[in-house]
């Protein structure tokens, strides 16, 4: 069984001003349309329900909401230890103990090792203990 997502009201309520925005309503036109549908002039003093059926008027007429946009990719770590990590990393791939080089492959390593999702989240401390590790799984090949 899935559920399909539904905004809060506050985002609702956003949504609607976007959308009368996207479609050029004066606030005349606006509130006219609000008191049809619900009978109220005003989102705040809407239900959710109410709400919805709003935004789904704004559909009718043209509106689409924009997708809600993914988070940006992190900035790579760049600081010696990462890189000395990212080093040792290539240097296991080429000498065939990892086959997937990439920066994810890396970070899932590094999550287990450290329970940190990326390289940018390692303190010292924690960088040093996969350091080794790598360092000791190079010198078992």
Known sequence: ???????????LIQLIHIGKSKLGLDDGTYRHMLTELTGKDSTKKMTKPELLKVLDNLRDKGFTPAKPKRAGKLKQACDPQSK?????????????AVR??????????????????????????DASQVIESLKKWLNRL
């Open 1 to 11: 069984m899935t559920t399909k997502y539904t905004p809060t009201k506050p985002k």
């Open 84 to 96: 000395l990590i990212r080093s040792l990393w290539l240097e296991l791939h080429d000498a065939g």
């Open 100 to 125: 997937n080089p990439s920066e994810r492959a890396l970070a899932s390593y590094v999550e287990r090792q450290t329970g940190k999702s990326a390289l940018q989240f390692l303190s010292t401390k």
